[in-house]
T-cell receptor, first 112, second 112 residues
Framework: EDQVTQSPEALRLQEGESSSLNCSYT??????LFWYRQDPGKGPEFLFT???AGEEKEKERLKATLTKKESFLHITAPKPEDSATYLC?????????????FGKGTKLSVIP | DSGVTQTPKHLITATGQRVTLRCSPR?????VYWYQQSLDQGLQFLIQ???????AKGNILERFSAQQFPDLHSELNLSSLELGDSALYFC???????????FGPGTRLTVT
Protein backbone atom coordinates (compact mmCIF):
# COMPACT_ATOMS: atom_id res chain seq x y z
CA GLU A 1 0.00 0.00 0.00
CA ASP A 2 1.29 3.43 -0.95
CA GLN A 3 2.12 5.73 1.96
CA VAL A 4 2.97 9.41 2.15
CA THR A 5 4.15 11.11 5.34
CA GLN A 6 4.66 14.84 5.58
CA SER A 7 6.57 16.71 8.25
CA PRO A 8 6.28 18.88 10.14
CA GLU A 9 2.49 19.01 10.55
CA ALA A 10 2.69 22.75 11.11
CA LEU A 11 5.41 25.34 10.63
CA ARG A 12 5.54 28.99 11.67
CA LEU A 13 8.12 31.19 9.98
CA GLN A 14 8.99 34.84 10.18
CA GLU A 15 8.77 36.65 6.88
CA GLY A 16 12.09 36.11 5.09
CA GLU A 17 13.03 33.03 7.15
CA SER A 18 13.78 30.18 4.70
CA SER A 19 12.91 26.56 5.52
CA SER A 20 12.04 23.17 4.02
CA LEU A 21 9.03 20.85 4.15
CA ASN A 22 9.54 17.09 3.96
CA CYS A 23 7.55 14.40 2.16
CA SER A 24 8.56 10.77 2.69
CA TYR A 25 6.91 8.16 0.50
CA THR A 26 6.60 4.42 -0.02
CA UNK A 27 5.41 3.12 -3.39
CA UNK A 28 6.04 -0.01 -5.43
CA UNK A 29 7.12 2.18 -8.32
CA UNK A 30 6.97 5.96 -8.61
CA UNK A 31 5.23 7.35 -11.67
CA UNK A 32 5.24 10.89 -10.30
CA LEU A 33 5.35 12.97 -7.13
CA PHE A 34 3.12 16.02 -6.98
CA TRP A 35 3.10 19.13 -4.78
CA TYR A 36 -0.06 21.13 -4.24
CA ARG A 37 -0.93 24.24 -2.26
CA GLN A 38 -4.30 24.43 -0.51
CA ASP A 39 -5.87 27.52 1.03
CA PRO A 40 -8.63 27.05 3.66
CA GLY A 41 -11.92 25.92 2.12
CA LYS A 42 -10.45 25.87 -1.41
CA GLY A 43 -9.37 23.16 -3.81
CA PRO A 44 -5.71 22.11 -4.02
CA GLU A 45 -3.69 24.19 -6.49
CA PHE A 46 -1.09 22.33 -8.56
CA LEU A 47 2.52 23.42 -8.04
CA PHE A 48 5.01 20.81 -9.33
CA THR A 49 5.43 17.31 -10.70
CA UNK A 50 8.70 15.40 -10.18
CA UNK A 51 9.35 12.13 -11.97
CA UNK A 52 12.83 10.87 -11.11
CA ALA A 53 15.43 11.12 -8.37
CA GLY A 54 17.65 14.17 -8.74
CA GLU A 55 14.99 16.22 -10.48
CA GLU A 56 14.38 19.78 -9.28
CA LYS A 57 11.73 22.34 -10.17
CA GLU A 58 11.36 25.98 -9.18
CA LYS A 59 8.57 28.51 -9.11
CA GLU A 60 9.08 31.92 -7.55
CA ARG A 61 10.14 31.31 -3.91
CA LEU A 62 9.48 27.55 -4.07
CA LYS A 63 11.84 24.78 -5.11
CA ALA A 64 10.95 21.09 -5.09
CA THR A 65 13.52 18.28 -5.07
CA LEU A 66 13.22 14.50 -5.24
CA THR A 67 15.22 11.53 -3.98
CA LYS A 68 14.33 7.83 -4.08
CA LYS A 69 12.60 8.03 -0.69
CA GLU A 70 11.58 11.63 -0.14
CA SER A 71 10.89 15.03 -1.58
CA PHE A 72 11.57 18.46 -0.15
CA LEU A 73 9.78 21.72 -0.78
CA HIS A 74 12.21 24.54 -0.06
CA ILE A 75 10.76 27.96 0.63
CA THR A 76 13.17 30.86 0.23
CA ALA A 77 12.46 34.20 1.90
CA PRO A 78 8.75 33.44 2.38
CA LYS A 79 6.08 36.13 2.42
CA PRO A 80 2.77 36.12 4.33
CA GLU A 81 0.94 35.22 1.11
CA ASP A 82 2.81 31.90 1.09
CA SER A 83 0.77 30.86 4.15
CA ALA A 84 -1.23 27.74 3.19
CA THR A 85 -1.27 23.99 3.60
CA TYR A 86 1.19 22.24 1.28
CA LEU A 87 0.21 18.76 0.15
CA CYS A 88 2.42 16.06 -1.31
CA UNK A 89 1.00 13.18 -3.35
CA UNK A 90 2.38 10.17 -5.21
CA UNK A 91 1.20 8.31 -8.27
CA UNK A 92 2.12 4.62 -8.31
CA UNK A 93 3.31 3.19 -11.61
CA UNK A 94 2.31 -0.28 -10.43
CA UNK A 95 -1.32 0.68 -9.91
CA UNK A 96 -3.85 0.26 -12.67
CA UNK A 97 -5.14 3.76 -12.23
CA UNK A 98 -3.69 7.23 -11.95
CA UNK A 99 -5.06 7.99 -8.51
CA UNK A 100 -3.08 10.20 -6.19
CA UNK A 101 -2.22 9.15 -2.64
CA PHE A 102 -1.90 12.26 -0.50
CA GLY A 103 -0.07 13.05 2.70
CA LYS A 104 -1.90 14.98 5.41
CA GLY A 105 -0.04 18.17 4.58
CA THR A 106 2.12 20.78 6.28
CA LYS A 107 0.32 23.91 7.42
CA LEU A 108 2.65 26.85 6.85
CA SER A 109 2.13 30.19 8.57
CA VAL A 110 4.37 33.11 7.61
CA ILE A 111 4.31 35.94 10.14
CA PRO A 112 4.99 39.53 8.95
CA ASP B 1 -9.10 29.37 -11.35
CA SER B 2 -8.31 25.78 -12.39
CA GLY B 3 -11.06 25.56 -15.01
CA VAL B 4 -12.81 22.75 -13.12
CA THR B 5 -16.27 23.68 -11.89
CA GLN B 6 -18.31 22.03 -9.14
CA THR B 7 -21.87 22.58 -7.99
CA PRO B 8 -23.27 23.16 -5.50
CA LYS B 9 -20.71 24.93 -3.28
CA HIS B 10 -22.50 23.98 -0.09
CA LEU B 11 -25.06 21.33 0.70
CA ILE B 12 -26.83 20.74 4.00
CA THR B 13 -29.04 17.68 4.31
CA ALA B 14 -30.35 15.20 6.83
CA THR B 15 -29.26 11.67 7.62
CA GLY B 16 -30.77 9.07 5.31
CA GLN B 17 -31.12 11.45 2.39
CA ARG B 18 -29.56 11.27 -1.08
CA VAL B 19 -27.61 14.03 -2.84
CA THR B 20 -25.91 14.53 -6.20
CA LEU B 21 -22.71 16.49 -6.69
CA ARG B 22 -21.80 17.74 -10.14
CA CYS B 23 -18.43 18.37 -11.79
CA SER B 24 -17.40 19.81 -15.15
CA PRO B 25 -13.77 19.11 -16.09
CA ARG B 26 -11.38 21.50 -17.81
CA UNK B 27 -11.89 21.78 -21.52
CA UNK B 28 -10.05 18.93 -23.23
CA UNK B 29 -9.60 16.78 -20.12
CA UNK B 30 -10.87 13.22 -20.44
CA UNK B 31 -10.18 11.95 -16.92
CA VAL B 32 -12.28 12.88 -13.90
CA TYR B 33 -11.45 11.95 -10.31
CA TRP B 34 -13.46 12.30 -7.11
CA TYR B 35 -11.81 12.80 -3.72
CA GLN B 36 -13.17 13.20 -0.20
CA GLN B 37 -11.43 15.42 2.33
CA SER B 38 -12.20 15.20 6.02
CA LEU B 39 -10.28 16.70 8.93
CA ASP B 40 -8.98 13.38 10.25
CA GLN B 41 -8.46 11.45 6.99
CA GLY B 42 -7.06 14.04 4.64
CA LEU B 43 -7.68 13.73 0.90
CA GLN B 44 -8.90 10.24 -0.04
CA PHE B 45 -9.37 8.98 -3.59
CA LEU B 46 -12.87 7.71 -4.34
CA ILE B 47 -13.21 6.93 -8.04
CA GLN B 48 -11.84 7.75 -11.51
CA UNK B 49 -13.52 7.92 -14.90
CA UNK B 50 -11.83 8.18 -18.26
CA UNK B 51 -13.83 9.19 -21.33
CA UNK B 52 -17.05 7.87 -19.87
CA UNK B 53 -15.75 4.61 -18.45
CA UNK B 54 -14.91 3.75 -14.87
CA UNK B 55 -11.13 3.34 -14.58
CA ALA B 56 -10.43 2.79 -10.89
CA LYS B 57 -12.08 2.67 -7.50
CA GLY B 58 -10.58 3.69 -4.18
CA ASN B 59 -12.17 3.46 -0.76
CA ILE B 60 -15.60 4.36 -2.08
CA LEU B 61 -18.57 3.18 -0.02
CA GLU B 62 -21.27 1.07 -1.65
CA ARG B 63 -23.74 3.87 -0.82
CA PHE B 64 -21.77 6.12 -3.17
CA SER B 65 -21.78 5.91 -6.96
CA ALA B 66 -20.65 8.04 -9.85
CA GLN B 67 -20.85 8.35 -13.60
CA GLN B 68 -19.33 10.35 -16.41
CA PHE B 69 -21.59 11.50 -19.21
CA PRO B 70 -20.88 11.82 -22.98
CA ASP B 71 -20.17 15.53 -22.55
CA LEU B 72 -17.55 14.47 -19.94
CA HIS B 73 -19.18 16.07 -16.94
CA SER B 74 -19.45 13.79 -13.93
CA GLU B 75 -21.85 13.30 -11.06
CA LEU B 76 -21.21 11.74 -7.65
CA ASN B 77 -24.29 10.30 -5.96
CA LEU B 78 -24.31 9.83 -2.19
CA SER B 79 -27.21 7.95 -0.63
CA SER B 80 -28.39 6.88 2.83
CA LEU B 81 -26.27 9.69 4.18
CA GLU B 82 -24.68 9.41 7.61
CA LEU B 83 -23.17 12.06 9.88
CA GLY B 84 -19.71 10.74 9.01
CA ASP B 85 -20.21 11.59 5.34
CA SER B 86 -19.89 15.29 6.16
CA ALA B 87 -16.77 16.42 4.32
CA LEU B 88 -15.42 18.40 1.41
CA TYR B 89 -15.82 16.58 -1.90
CA PHE B 90 -13.43 17.53 -4.68
CA CYS B 91 -13.45 16.75 -8.33
CA UNK B 92 -10.22 16.84 -10.32
CA UNK B 93 -9.50 16.42 -14.01
CA UNK B 94 -6.51 15.67 -16.21
CA UNK B 95 -5.88 15.28 -19.91
CA UNK B 96 -5.14 11.57 -19.80
CA UNK B 97 -4.31 10.27 -16.37
CA UNK B 98 -0.57 10.23 -15.98
CA UNK B 99 -0.33 14.01 -15.97
CA UNK B 100 -1.12 16.50 -13.22
CA UNK B 101 -4.66 16.72 -11.86
CA UNK B 102 -6.42 20.06 -11.53
CA PHE B 103 -8.90 20.39 -8.71
CA GLY B 104 -12.22 22.16 -8.54
CA PRO B 105 -13.33 24.41 -5.66
CA GLY B 106 -15.14 21.58 -3.92
CA THR B 107 -18.60 20.93 -2.48
CA ARG B 108 -18.94 21.15 1.29
CA LEU B 109 -21.47 18.56 2.44
CA THR B 110 -22.96 18.81 5.91
CA VAL B 111 -25.17 15.97 7.11
CA THR B 112 -27.28 16.82 10.18
Amino acid sequence: EDQVTQSPEALRLQEGESSSLNCSYTVSGLRGLFWYRQDPGKGPEFLFTLYSAGEEKEKERLKATLTKKESFLHITAPKPEDSATYLCAVQDSGAGSYQLTFGKGTKLSVIP
Amino acid sequence: DSGVTQTPKHLITATGQRVTLRCSPRSGDLSVYWYQQSLDQGLQFLIQYYNGEERAKGNILERFSAQQFPDLHSELNLSSLELGDSALYFCASSVSGADEQYFGPGTRLTVT
